[in-house]
């Protein structure tokens, strides 16, 4: 069993910045990728995010692009991401979530294929 930890959340202004963390405990780190999700009131949970745990490939959401940064610290298994500029669109509630299968490439952005989930962290962007 994987428990995952979100912190970091929090009300920030727009054009500010936020780190979020992730933290995995319950079993041997040696997932093989994880995810950043997020929903709004009323919308379908959707990617933000995902690092490959081996190698440290990155992918991210075009809405999100050049604005919030993935990584991870395996000696602490934690994942984390950097919100810079964020704008009021990002306010949701953030999930990370951890894998341990592997899939092509474009599938990590699909919420099934994840298999542990924390309880979220809400960030709400004011404008």
């Known amino acids: 069993q994987v428990q995952l930890v979100e912190s970091g959340g929090g009300a920030v202004q727009a054009g500010g910045s936020l780190r979020l963390s992730c933290a995995a405990s319950?079993?041997?780190?040696?997932?093989?990728?994880m995810g950043w999700f997020r929903q709004a009131p009323g919308k379908e949970r959707e990617f933000v995010a995902g690092?490959?745990?081996?190698?440290?490939?990155?992918d991210y959401a075009d809405s999100v692009k050049g604005r919030f940064t993935i990584s991870r610290d395996n000696a602490k298994n934690t994942v984390y991401l950097q919100m810079n500029s964020p704008k009021p669109e990002d306010t949701a509630l953030y999930y990370c979530?951890?894998?341990?299968?592997?899939?092509?490439?474009?599938?990590?952005?699909?919420?099934?294929?994840?298999?542990?989930w924390g309880q979220g962290t809400q960030v709400t962007v004011s404008s």
């Open positions: 690092i490959r745990w081996s190698g440290g490939s990155t």
């Open positions: 319950g079993r041997t780190f040696s997932s093989y990728a």
């Open positions: 979530a951890v894998t341990y299968k592997q899939y092509a490439s474009s599938r990590y952005r699909t919420a099934s294929v994840y298999d542990y």
